[in-house]
């Protein structure tokens, strides 16, 4: 099966794969978006792709091609051109089919990002709804994922082999639901809690989890881990995992972020202040009252914050211990992206805590 892919807006910057912030090199400029008038004679698919492909090149729109190709392909009820007959592709196109794709390229011609278009998204092997303004999941993400299914499965008393009541974990800034929900598809015995400050993305991740059918395992709630948490604390209990891919952009970096992103994703879903640290500070503190004894913290991160986050953990979190960094293989040159932390032993009982 084909699935999608963009290049630059799905890992955030254009020099993905670079040491330093998901910034753009330059400042980017939108230029004029006035959309063409809908042709009067009829066109075939591959001819639209390429008028748009040439109007979006036209107009400096990111990843001209994919934009284009993925609009008509989902117009014609497919993922990708390439997974449709050829023969489609040479049809004439129906007159509301032409207006449809007008519309929707329209939208992309504005800067609309692509997933928000065509109202959804591949996140590993589940299609997700996508909804402005919760954050698009991206690339990288999914390799946090791999990484605490990976750990979660080898790691006898705090994973899945273990008592199915401590099989659990905890997610903070869940957006689209992206994270929670590939981790209980992939784990039929895990449960999971998931948060996030974004009446938006619970709404959406709750969306996903039923369309995914997952809604059993999931429980949602509208929190703010800044503002929240005591609530945080009592609506989670102890977990095994707590997993996060939090805001953790430099505040001064966000005004160079593509116009895709800037314009159309939630602030506080990129925002994480001057140091990109705040929520990730504030998950480090809690995270001694939330874990199982030998639970761990999973956190996408800015490249440059793993070596600062081991220095806090050391003078600030005694209870915590920086176990690793691990590399994003996404891009060109694998950059340190993902942090893991775990609870040291502590002489209460997380048995007390369970009963
Ligand atoms: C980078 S997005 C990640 C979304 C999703 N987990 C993903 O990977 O696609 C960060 C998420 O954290 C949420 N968030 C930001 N600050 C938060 C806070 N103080 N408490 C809870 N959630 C927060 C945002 O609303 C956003 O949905």
């Not at 390229?105 to 303004?133: G, H, N």
């Not at 480090?284 to 004894?293: G, H, K, R, W, Y």
Request: hydrophobic share 40%; proline share 6%; charged share 25%.
């Amino acid at each position: 099966m084909w699935s999608r892919a963009l290049s630059a807006s799905c890992c955030w910057w254009s020099g993905c794969g670079s040491i330093g912030p998901k910034v753009t090199r330059r400042p980017r400029y939108v230029r004029g978006y006035s959309a063409p008038a809908v042709p009067a004679g009829r066109i075939t698919a591959l001819e639209a792709v390429e008028f748009w492909k040439r109007l979006f090149e036209e107009r400096g729109v990111s990843e001209p091609d994919e934009s284009s190709r993925y609009i008509v392909a989902h117009l014609l009820g497919a993922k990708t051109i390439e997974s449709l007959e050829p023969r489609k592709l040479s049809t004439l196109l129906s007159r509301e089919q032409t207006e449809q794709v007008w519309r929707l390229c329209a939208r992309r011609l504005s800067r609309v990002p692509v997933q928000y278009v065509i109202e959804e998204w591949d996140f590993r092997d589940l299609t997700l709804k996508m909804k402005p303004p919760v954050f698009i999941p991206r690339p990288e993400t999914e390799e946090l994922v791999e990484l605490v299914l990976a750990d979660l499965q080898t790691r006898p008393g705090v994973g899945v082999e273990a008592d199915a009541r401590l099989t659990k974990c905890l997610e903070v800034g869940c957006g689209s639901g992206a994270i929670s929900l590939s981790l209980l598809k992939s784990l039929p015995q895990l449960q999971a809690v998931a948060l996030d400050q974004s009446q938006s993305a619970v709404d959406l991740t709750r969306e996903n989890a039923f369309r995914l059918g997952l809604q059993d395992r999931l429980q949602i709630h509208h929190l703010d881990i800044m503002k929240d948490a005591e609530a945080v604390l009592s609506a989670c209990g102890r977990v095994s995992a707590v997993v996060s891919n939090p805001p953790y952009l430099f505040s001064q970096d966000l005004t160079s972020l593509e116009p895709e992103i800037i314009r159309f994703e939630d602030r506080a879903a990129l925002d994480g202040g001057e140091d990109g640290l705040i929520v990730i500070k504030q998950i480090l503190t809690l995270a001694p009252q939330i874990l199982l004894n030998h639970g761990r913290v999973y956190l996408e991160v800015d490249p440059r914050h793993p070596p600062l986050l081991r220095r806090w953990v050391e003078v600030n979190a005694e209870e915590l211990q920086y176990v690793e960094t691990r590399r994003d293989i996404t891009g060109r040159s694998a950059v340190p992206r993902f942090c893991i932390l775990q609870k040291e032993e502590s002489n209460k009982s997380d048995k007390l805590d369970l009963e």
